[in-house]
């Protein structure tokens, strides 16, 4: 195939220019430009507008007929949840995940089950070779899998033999892998990513075929990776959970045919991923006896609650002392000292404060503020909070304890698993009369000095 002429084009203003160039000749931002393929020879005045008079008629939306998607289920019931049922014709889908945590085994493990419903597939690996692909489906007790494997990472070849089998669904293992002809940059560098994503997308739409890409996320957390992308595709997938335990959450956190923020729970086992259908306490570490520092949060994750321990260590620090979170948003954390300090009179600014989440899970949603607070307020003044103890709710800057969504469903699950005692925002606790769920007291609060003498009263 002739060479285009590529261009160089800013990722900040939009702007080009003929070579590569480390600021940017128009907006002046460093580090901006990537290589692009120009789109259409740059002509102007007549050019541009006969290339107008070629545009199709509008419709009306109401005119328009709204068919229903048409999916086919990968048979791994968690991995249907986070894709709003199944894969979806024509849709792209983008998995993106730490190294090593599950992407090719989860994908190599959906495209049999596909298979073996008679759904043509094509797995394309461009980081293994056939053999390590077939190695790990032996390995997954796949001995007779007619998944179709192409070791290839020529976009151009990919998109032939895409244009030939015309598979139902092509997993792309990985996009960050794949280069094109057309650019010059290395494979994995945002162009190549962007340009031959761009192209999948494409040929996806035009044949029907679903497409998933599968994207690692790097050190510098994901440029040239899977961030790129996301605007690009219908559905974006991520892996979380540390590798050294065994759980894999798999969250949709963009899904344009279905919920976002819905997870799948998987275990990796000998036999590969298998999905956990009842989730909720595997994020809880196993104290016989309460330890300061540890407080159980409710967290409603896409339908699902779940129940994640967080930790925090406070503990003297140096002249300026560190706030180190894992799994929970660190300015936030900044954010929640503050109002303890101010509103509690609980100081920390002379302390290391570390806090965590169990078991690798990212927990984003607010309502894990009170949780956060309590831990820390345990490990400060080395006091465990109750045996059975919950607590879920957002906490705003002017101390007050706002509601979290669907506060009844947190707590029914939590007095379901066993749990005796419950702190919660006023709105979310039961009308009066009902104040007992099932075994478990709940201690509605307004404001979080109101929860800390909860807390203290209780011990
Ligand atoms: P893999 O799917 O190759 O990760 P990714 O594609 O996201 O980089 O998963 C590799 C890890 O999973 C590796 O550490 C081995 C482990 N594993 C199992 O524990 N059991 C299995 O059955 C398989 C296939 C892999
Ligand atoms: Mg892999």
């Known amino acids: 195939m002739a060479k285009e002429k590529t261009v160089y084009s800013c990722t900040e203003c939009g702007g080009s220019s003929p070579r590569w160039l480390g600021k940017c000749p128009h907006c002046e931002a460093w580090n901006t430009l990537v290589e692009t393929v120009p789109d259409a020879p740059a002509g102007g005045g007549k050019n541009r507008f006969a290339a107008l008079a070629k545009s199709t008629p509008v419709t009306v939306l109401a005119d328009i007929e709204a068919t229903e998607v048409s999916r086919a289920p990968t048979g791994i019931d968690e991995l249907d949840r986070v894709l709003g049922g199944g894969i979806v014709e024509g849709g792209v889908v983008l998995i993106g995940g ?93 162009a190549q990513v962007r340009e031959c994503a761009a192209h999948l997308t494409r040929a996806a739409k035009a044949s029907g075929t679903c497409i998933v890409l599968v994207g690692h996320v790097t050190k ?59 989730p909720s306490a595997i994020f809880l570490s196993q104290h016989t006896e309460p330890v300061p520092g540890s407080c159980v949060l409710v967290t409603l994750e896409g339908t699902r609650p779940l129940l994640v321990e967080i930790q925090a260590l406070v503990d003297t620090g140096g002249p300026s002392p560190r706030r180190l979170s894992v799994g929970l948003d660190r300015d936030r954390l900044a954010m929640l000292l503050a109002v303890l300090h101010r509103h509690a009179g609980v100081a920390c600014y002379d302390q290391d404060v570390f806090v965590n989440a169990v078991g690798g899970v990212r927990i984003s949603e607010p309502a894990a503020d ?88 209780l011990a």
């Not at 797995?123 to 998944?147: M, N, P």
């Not at 997993?171 to 002809?181: E, K, W």
């Open 98 to 190: 730490d190294p090593g945590i599950g992407k090719s085994t989860l994908l190599l493990q959906a495209l049999d089950n596909l298979e073996r419903a008679q759904i043509p597939t094509l797995y394309v690996t461009g980081e293994e070779s056939g053999a390590q692909v077939a190695l790990r489906s032996r390995r997954l007790g796949l001995d007779h899998s007619q998944v179709k494997v192409l070791a290839e990472i020529n976009l151009e070849k990919i998109l032939a033999t895409l244009a030939n089998t015309r598979p139902a669904v092509a997993v792309i293992d990985s996009i960050q892998t794949v280069y094109s002809d057309q650019l010059t940059s290395a494979p994995g560098s945002v």
């Open 220 to 278: 510098e957390g994901a440029l040239a990776g899977p961030r790129v992308l996301e605007h690009m595709v219908d559905t974006v997938l991520y892996f979380e959970g540390d590798t050294h335990s065994s759980f894999r959450l798999v969250r949709a956190i963009k899904n344009r045919f279905g919920a976002v923020n819905e997870i799948g729970v998987f275990a990796m086992t000998e036999r590969g991923l298998k999905g956990v259908a009842n």
């Open 370 to 457: 009170l949780s956060v607070m309590l831990a820390i307020t345990s490990s400060l003044r080395g006091r465990a909070l109750p045996k059975g103890f919950i607590a879920f709710g957002e906490v705003g800057l002017a101390g007050e304890v706002r509601p979290a969504p669907r506060g009844q469903e947190r707590l029914r699950e939590a007095a379901k698993l066993g749990f005796s005692v419950a702190v919660v925002p006023r709105a979310n606790a039961p009308k009066k009369g009902s104040r007992d769920l099932e075994g478990l007291t709940i201690h509605p609060v307004d404001r979080i000095e109101e929860a800390m003498e909860v807390v203290r009263s």
